[in-house]
């Protein structure tokens, strides 16, 4: 599953990025986005996720949620 | 000796920088501020008198870059050799921070860990042992709030001792192939291993970032997918209503006061000399300096108020609001940050467009920034608000959000144009907490941008203002203009060409096209320049607390109805900005043809919506159309013409993308 179909309050364990974008996937690496890390997402507003990565909050859109693959 | 400030975007850099140097860089509560380094001398007293230069980069998340402005900074620490780095670090994100610090210090540059927005961290209770965390790194770590320049002196002296000294790195990447991605990636994976061991040893946490919080509460609401943007309505009105209707005139009125007292002091002691030199000194530069400089207060509650909102966090999160409709016409919510810079000033905001990674999205956000109401713009708002309008507030919120609806609107059209699908974009963006806004930060900015705006006043404003009483007072053969004679003046005749053209828009005299004309040198001549040519010498009423003096008799001198006063602010507001402002998006396009079609297109915007709001402001307050309509109406019907033209041919070409297998990404 990816992101995009997780619940609201659960933490997620990412199993990889899905993006032909190099950098893109870089740099969600350098924020702790990547494989085997943790990531929750903490709500929903104006159509896109917060979530939290380590211990920084982020905003992510829908296309971006549906890049992260995550197993429950 | 430089000392190179490096870090996390929004861990506190600038105002680290400004805390330390005692200067007053624009910071604000996001990441993505800084977009180039500067540099300035640390305080004195923080220096015990060496030579310290402190040097500001842009935020970093690592050592390879994403975007432009992170280059700067990789390059800045690799190759100019800083004599020491202070890294600071967010100490509320120490898991994801360290990654770039233990990065830093493989460079073998003396370091020293600013642990910054510790007063954060107390009131969560988490608790970070800064003496093992400085054991594990290798190098001094000093607690610090930059907001409040707590740490300051300490943080210098350190530096002071490491300058010169060996530090160890506590982590190693050794001898990788860095061309392996495969083998980049398990080194970074250790780095991030090697930073979890040292977190899980020095830090304690009460509160998970993962649980829900009172920021979420707030975020719920603030960035509600419908009542988001009627918020950012309100605090918009707010922000314009308390400058422009309610703070501002208040202090202004005590400001034009003084001013009016100035020139009269000064006529009267030149009340001798010739009477071209007392309408030059009177009437052009003190008028004409005095009608700009009587609306600074107004500008001046503006920045406050905006620099308030810049650093509460709230921002960020209209940005994540707008997202959603600027993906729609191919930007994203990132384009919103230079926009809202943009409402200070465009020059930087048109610079801090260079965070935005597609280039087409980048040159976009740089062509349409200029459309905001920047400081120069709000006398130019004041004036016809008070002069035509009832209730200045809402012109001043409607200029605001006609400034959006445009920059929407541009995209769209840049979009079809460039024959660009709107391509699959992501969108992610820190969300700083929300925090209670520094007086003294907005203060301080404020003052800032006052004596910038002063500056500007007493040198181009003046000279221009001198310029435009010396021409309208001569004509060609270098005579002075009697009265009732003004149309030959040397002004009249380079300006009325252009009232022609304006016929159509409802201001085609002269005055007013000079005034226009001479707002491309800065936005505040147009008030200058009507005062001038008016002979207004000033538009603020000392004894009827009204922003206005005599708002009909104002109205009635420059000949206009209240329709043709929209018009007429409209076009100056959204045709192409200053020359300095030009010169940004220039320099951040780097394409002539970009320039071009973005210039044409402020033209044509410009021309457009002010023949639109007279026209159909006429036909519904007279019953029929304005003057030369016809004209105006064959003018815009071309422009229209050629705009279907260009977007035929960008779906040609994207048609060819397509056909190709191409994706048309750029």
């Known amino acids: 599953m990816t992101l995009a179909n997780g619940t609201i309050g659960t933490t997620y364990t990412i199993t990889g990025i899905q993006t032909d974008d190099e950098e893109l996937n870089d740099f969600l690496f350098t924020l702790g986005c990547y494989s085997?890390?943790?990531?929750?997402?903490?709500?929903?507003?104006?159509?896109?996720?917060?979530?939290s990565i380590r211990d920084g909050r982020y905003n992510i859109d829908v296309n971006l949620a549906d890049a992260i693959a995550v197993e429950a | 000796m430089r000392i190179a400030l490096a870090g996390n975007p929004n861990s506190g850099k600038t105002t680290l920088y400004n805390a330390l140097t005692g200067k007053n860089e624009h910071a604000g509560n996001w990441a993505g501020v800084t977009v180039d380094k500067r540099e300035a001398l640390i305080k004195k007293n923080l220096s015990s008198d060496k030579e310290l230069l402190a040097v500001d980069l842009p935020g970093a998340y690592s050592m390879s870059p994403f975007t432009s402005e992170e280059s700067i900074?990789?390059?800045?620490?690799?190759?100019?050799?800083?004599?020491?780095?202070?890294?600071?670090?967010?100490?509320t994100n120490l898991s994801r921070s360290l990654f770039f610090t233990t990065q830093l210090l493989e460079l073998g540059v003396p370091m020293v860990v600013a642990l910054n927005k510790a007063d954060i961290n107390d009131k969560k209770e988490t608790k970070i042992d800064t003496a093992k965390l400085a054991e594990e790194l290798g190098c001094p770590v000093v607690e610090t709030s930059a907001i409040s320049a707590k740490g300051m002196d300490v943080l210098v002296a350190k530096v002071a001792e490491v300058v010169g000294k060996e530090q160890f790195a506590p982590f190693v990447q050794g001898n990788i192939d860095l061309h392996s991605k495969e083998a980049v990636n398990t080194a970074d994976r250790k780095r991030f291993d090697f930073v979890n061991g040292i977190v899980s040893k020095v830090e304690t946490r009460k509160v998970l970032t993962s649980e829900k919080n009172k920021q979420d509460k707030l975020d719920a609401v603030l960035a509600h997918k419908w009542l988001g943007i009627p918020i950012f309505a309100v605090v918009m009105w707010a922000v314009f209503s308390i400058s422009q209707a309610h703070l501002g005139p208040m202090i202004a009125d005590v400001l034009v006061g003084w001013i009016e007292g100035f020139a009269e002091m000064v006529a009267g002691s030149v009340e001798d000399a010739s009477p071209f030199m007392q309408?030059?000194?009177?009437?052009?530069?003190?008028?004409?300096?005095?009608a700009v400089v009587g609306f600074l207060p107004l500008v001046m509650v503006m920045y406050f108020l905006i620099a308030l909102l810049e650093d509460c966090g709230y921002m960020a999160r209209v940005a994540v609001v707008m997202d959603r409709f600027f993906k729609k016409v191919g930007l994203s919510g990132k384009s919103i940050i230079p926009m809202v810079i943009g409402t200070g000033c465009a020059i930087p905001g048109v610079m801090a467009s260079r965070t935005i990674r597609n280039e087409r999205e980048r040159r976009t956000t740089a062509m349409l920034t200029p459309f905001m109401p920047c400081g120069a713009k709000l006398p130019v708002i004041a004036l016809f608000a008070g002069a035509f309008f009832s209730d200045a507030s809402w012109v001043g919120t409607l200029m605001y959000f006609a400034g959006i609806l445009f920059i929407i609107l541009g995209a769209l059209l840049t979009l079809k144009i460039t024959g660009t699908k709107v391509r699959k974009s992501f969108f992610i963006m820190e969300l700083p907490e929300y925090k209670m806004p520094s007086l003294k930060v907005a203060f301080l900015s404020m003052m800032d941008r006052a004596k910038a705006f002063i500056i500007k006043a007493g040198t181009i404003i003046l000279v221009c203002n001198a310029v435009v009483q010396i021409m309208q007072s001569f004509d060609?053969?270098?005579?002075?203009?009697?009265?009732?004679?003004?149309?030959?003046?040397?002004?009249?005749?380079?300006?009325?060409?252009?009232?022609?053209?304006?016929?159509?828009?409802g201001f085609g005299i002269w005055q007013?096209?000079?005034?226009?004309?001479?707002?491309?040198?800065a936005k505040e001549n147009v008030v200058g320049t009507l005062a001038v040519v008016?002979?207004?010498?000033?538009?603020?009423?000392?004894?009827?607390?009204e922003l206005v003096a005599g708002a009909t008799e104002v109205a009635g001198i420059m000949g206009m109805t209240s329709v043709a006063a929209l018009a007429y602010l409209m076009f100056n507001l959204f045709t192409p900005p200053c020359f300095a402002a030009i010169g940004a998006m220039n320099s951040e396009m780097q394409s002539k043809k970009w320039l071009w079609g973005g210039i044409a297109l402020q033209f044509g915007t410009g021309y457009a919506v002010a023949f639109l709001v007279y026209q159909i402001g006429t036909l519904m307050t007279t019953g029929t159309v304005g003057d030369g309509f016809i004209?105006?109406?064959?003018?815009?019907?071309?422009?229209?013409?050629?705009?279907?033209?260009?977007?035929a041919k960008g779906e040609a070409k994207a048609d060819e993308y397509a056909l190709n297998g191409k994706v048309a990404a750029k």
């Open chain 1, 36 to 51: 085997g890390e943790k990531i929750t997402i903490v709500s929903m507003v104006s159509e896109s996720y917060v979530v």
């Open chain 2, 73 to 91: 900074t990789s390059s800045y620490v690799k190759q100019e050799k800083p004599d020491a780095i202070i890294n600071i670090v967010d100490a």
């Open chain 2, 279 to 290: 309408s030059l000194l009177v009437d052009g530069i003190i008028g004409g300096v005095g």
């Open chain 2, 476 to 505: 060609w053969s270098f005579q002075l203009v009697e009265e009732g004679m003004e149309s030959t003046s040397i002004l009249a005749s380079i300006a009325s060409p252009f009232a022609l053209l304006f016929i159509p828009l």
């Open chain 2, 512 to 521: 007013l096209a000079a005034a226009a004309i001479t707002g491309f040198i």
């Open chain 2, 534 to 545: 008016f002979s207004i010498t000033n538009f603020i009423d000392v004894e009827e607390l």
């Open chain 2, 631 to 647: 004209g105006g109406l064959i003018a815009v019907v071309a422009m229209v013409a050629i705009v279907i033209g260009l977007i």
